[in-house]
T-cell receptor
Framework: KAGVTQTPRYLIKTRGQQVTLSCSPI?????VSWYQQTPGQGLQFLFE???????NKGNFPGRFSGRQFSNSRSEMNVSTLELGDSALYLC????????????FGPGTRLTVL | SQQGEEDPQALSIQEGENATMNCSYK?????LQWYRQNSGRGLVHLIL?????REKHSGRLRVTLDTSKKSSSLLITASRAADTASYFC???????????FGKGTMLLVSP
């Protein structure tokens, strides 16, 4: 099976812009979670989608949003970018949830100038 | 907020030695997972241990879980230079898809 893919791998934006990141799960995986990783805060949960519905949400401002399509692919969007949004954004997928192993993609490195 | 706290923060050893990393957490969990991350790349899943298990092995990896002490340890035996990476423990405390990560242990294995 192909692994989790994320596009783009690298992105440079300026403050105030918006960005959309994409995650394609492993075939058969219906749950997609997003995480933000920064040197200061470490790995933090953003949100999780399952069957096109947001099932869980972390403690991030409303500028961070996401969605999931019928083929389980997911996108996350960050509007009005701030310098502090510079991070590695990781998505993780699993079959359904409930204690299964999560498989991570390679991440998207976002730099906000 | 971080649930798991890894100890030590950094570990430097020689090839062939064993590496032990510890993780403590705060709340009840369904399972605890260990991941490896090479230099800012994606996380690679190493092993999952459920709350009703005490020990698990996978190749050169051995994980223990003590729910009474809310702690886990990861032992890598006969370390190799390729094991150089950051190691994270993550707790799954809801049965849903929220993993709570610690800040990780940076392992350096010198040839």
């Amino acid at each position: 099976k192909a692994g989790v893919t994320q596009t783009p791998r690298y992105l440079i934006k300026t403050r105030g812009q918006q960005v959309t990141l994409s995650c394609s799960p492993i075939s058969g995986h219906r749950s997609v979670s997003w995480y933000q990783q920064t040197p200061g805060q470490g790995l933090q949960f953003l949100f999780e989608y399952f069957s096109e519905t947001q099932r869980n949400k972390g403690n991030f401002p409303g500028r961070f949003s996401g969605r999931q399509f019928s083929n389980s692919r997911s996108e996350m969007n960050v509007s009005t970018l701030e310098l502090g949004d510079s991070a590695l954004y990781l998505c993780a997928t699993r079959t359904s949830g409930g204690g299964d192993t999560q498989y991570f993609g390679p991440g998207t490195r976002l730099t906000v100038l | 907020s971080q649930q798991g706290e890894e100890d030590p923060q950094a570990l430097s050893i020689q090839e062939g030695e064993n590496a032990t990393m510890n993780c403590s957490y705060k709340t009840s969990i369904n399972n605890l997972q260990w991941y490896r991350q090479n230099s800012g790349r994606g996380l690679v899943h190493l092993i999952l241990i459920r709350s009703n298990e005490r020990e698990k092995h996978s190749g050169r990896l051995r994980v223990t879980l003590d729910t009474s002490k809310k702690s886990s340890s990861l032992l890598i035996t006969a370390s190799r230079a390729a094991d150089t990476a950051s190691y994270f423990c993550a707790t799954d405390d809801s049965g849903y898809s929220t993993l709570t990560f610690g800040k990780g242990t940076m392992l350096l294995v010198s040839p």
